[in-house]
């Protein structure tokens, strides 16, 4: 048995001697992270509106638009584009700036800010679609993140943005590019967020994000101030920046938007005083490794 052994032990030793037990891993090499291209895509205009009051944006629901205009929500029917009711409250108000407003079960929800007053101030004000009669409020109070702009529903609580200028309503330790995305659970306790892509934001300066919605597909659809594109983003595998997947040419000179039916928005041309139904063309994020939707 001790003559085995030896004999076993040897051959091993050998091996070892000619065959190493493991491949000795080559040089470290850390690649550097290229952004994904983002698709250019074109939507279609399909119908026009005249709505004097489209200055800041519009919600939507199956019969009815409501163009905002900071102390004014209006009601317009969708079928015949007939002004049905406005609500109007005073300028420089307790309310000040409505920036956008959404329809959910009769509602419509709506985000309102002190722009462009420092320190930012923001709340959601509520009213019943039907009568046009504010029936609640929520103050978020000193928001550091930013004026509130935009926001929507998300895993039960809210997905929502916040804009930072650098110019009028901005504060001088904080420009366009502190704007950013925040989830809160459903009483509005922060619990994440995102910043938006630089390319993005560069292309939103001196301002930010002034509309945004998750659409049918589950990603996240936002407009700036004034340049007619709308930016798609979706959520990212890691980290804290939302990965932009596309770019689509819309008639819409920025601002707030809603979806209506499908892929079909509501948006406004300020200049104009009008208010847009435009279809937008499918996104296809199959192809970006690290792009995930949102619901």
Not at 99 to 125: I, K, M, W
Not at 138 to 164: Q, V
Not at 204 to 229: F, K, N, T, V, W
Request: glycine residues 8%.
């Amino acid at each position: 048995m001790r003559l085995v052994a030896v004999c076993l032990l040897g051959l091993a030793l050998a091996a070892c001697a000619t065959e190493p037990l493991f491949e000795p891993p080559g040089p470290l090499i850390v690649p550097d992270y290229v952004a994904p291209v983002p698709i250019r895509l074109v939507a279609t205009t399909m119908r026009e509106f005249p709505a004097p009051e489209a200055d800041q944006g519009v919600a939507v629901d199956d019969r009815y638009f409501y163009p905002v205009d900071n102390t004014v929500v209006a009601k317009y029917e969708r079928a015949s584009g007939a002004l049905i009711a406005r609500w109007v409250a005073p300028r420089n108000g307790l309310v000040r700036h409505l920036n956008s407003c959404f329809e959910d079960a009769g509602r419509l929800l709506c985000a309102n800010s002190n722009y462009s007053e420092t320190p930012h101030g923001s709340s959601v004000e509520i009213f019943d679609a039907r009568t046009m009669q504010h029936v609640d409020t929520h103050s978020l109070g000193m928001t550091e993140e930013g004026s509130l702009t935009w926001f929507d529903h998300y895993r039960g609580g809210w997905i929502a943005g916040f804009a930072h200028y650098a110019e009028n309503g901005g504060v001088a330790f904080k420009d366009h590019t502190f704007s950013n995305s925040v989830t809160y659970d459903a009483q509005w306790r922060r619990t994440g967020g995102w910043l938006f892509p630089k390319p993005v934001v560069e292309r939103m300066a001196p301002y930010a994000a002034s509309g945004g919605a998750i659409g049918p597909d589950g990603l996240l659809y936002i407009l700036g101030h004034d340049r007619p594109e709308i930016y798609v983003l979706a959520r990212p595998a890691m980290g804290p920046t939302l990965i932009h997947v596309a770019t689509i040419d819309v008639e819409a000179e920025g601002q707030a938007f809603a979806f209506a039916d499908g892929r079909t928005i509501y948006a406004i041309d300020r200049r104009k005083g009008a208010v847009r139904e435009i279809n937008l063309p499918a996104v296809n994020i199959s192809t970006f490794a690290d792009a995930h939707a949102f619901r």
